[in-house]
């Protein structure tokens, strides 16, 4: 099975950084949502409970700043075709979704630094201390903070289906949508006669 590292020109593909900033933005994504959830196991006032709200916050904006790189990456590098082609309905459906997915990724960090500016409290960024986006306006803040945790909600959604979405792709469509982001060229299909081969090979031995 063919299992090589993806050369930056291969037109089936992403191009390689789009590829290591797709999953670097996952596991960003994953320590976003994972700090703000952990934070619910401590006591309000405790040091690990503020340490994992800031760190939420910071990698939240550090998601922000990195969404604008892939948006760059897009827009530098060609997207690979789906093949084989999808239908028009699949096609929108994808584009609808990247775009609900950008949305959250640069509406949410700006909503949480709008929670801090409004709080009066600093905005921290890994050393950095950011300006603040608005005045000091504890009630707005507080309904900010009540979006956020909503639209937070429907991320978790979004998200998944978006996983889901590239496995439909994969196992049901059989087109090249997954394979195009994979860190790796690998041949993830199997043909029925490889498999009959396999099962025969396996009949004689036992025999």
């Given at each position: 099975?063919?299992?090589?590292?993806?050369?930056?020109?291969?037109?089936?593909?992403?191009?390689?950084?789009?590829?290591?900033?797709?999953?670097?933005?996952?596991?960003?994504?994953?320590?976003?949502?994972?700090?703000?959830?952990?934070?619910?196991?401590?006591?309000?006032?405790?040091?690990?409970?503020?340490?994992?709200?800031?760190?939420?916050?910071?990698?939240?904006?550090?998601?922000?700043a990195l969404v604008w790189v892939r948006i760059g990456l897009r827009m530098?590098?060609?997207?690979?075709?789906?093949?084989?082609?999808?239908?028009?309905?699949?096609?929108?459906?994808?584009?609808?979704?990247?775009?609900?997915?950008?949305?959250?990724?640069?509406?949410?960090?700006?909503?949480?630094?709008?929670?801090?500016?409004?709080?009066?409290?600093?905005?921290?960024?890994?050393?950095?201390?950011?300006?603040?986006?608005?005045?000091?306006?504890?009630?707005?803040?507080?309904?900010?903070?009540?979006?956020?945790?909503?639209?937070?909600?429907?991320?978790?959604?979004?998200?998944?289906?978006?996983?889901?979405?590239?496995?439909?792709?994969?196992?049901?469509?059989?087109?090249?949508?997954?394979?195009?982001?994979?860190?790796?060229?690998?041949?993830?299909?199997?043909?029925?006669?490889?498999?009959?081969?396999?099962?025969?090979?396996?009949?004689?031995?036992?025999?």
């Open positions: 099975m063919k299992n090589t590292v993806m050369s930056p020109t291969n037109s089936s593909r992403y191009h390689s950084l789009t590829i290591l900033l797709h999953w670097l933005m996952v596991i960003l994504l994953i320590a976003v949502y994972g700090s703000i959830t952990l934070r619910e196991l401590y006591e309000k006032g405790t040091a690990m409970r503020n340490g994992l709200k800031q760190t939420h916050f910071m990698l939240g904006l550090l998601v922000f530098l590098f060609p997207v690979p075709p789906i093949q084989p082609e999808p239908s028009t309905w699949v096609h929108l459906a994808a584009k609808l979704g990247h775009l609900a997915l950008y949305g959250l990724m640069i509406a949410m960090p700006i909503a949480g630094w709008m929670i801090l500016s409004g709080e009066g409290k600093p905005i921290p960024f890994f050393g950095l201390e950011l300006p603040a986006l608005i005045e000091p306006n504890k009630a707005l803040a507080k309904n900010i903070e009540e979006v956020h945790e909503t639209v937070g909600e429907l991320g978790y959604v979004l998200i998944g289906v978006h996983a889901v979405a590239a496995l439909f792709h994969h196992y049901f469509l059989q087109d090249n949508t997954l394979r195009r982001m994979l860190p790796w060229e690998q041949s993830m299909t199997v043909s029925h006669a490889t498999i009959e081969s396999i099962f025969l090979e396996n009949s004689e031995k036992a025999q």
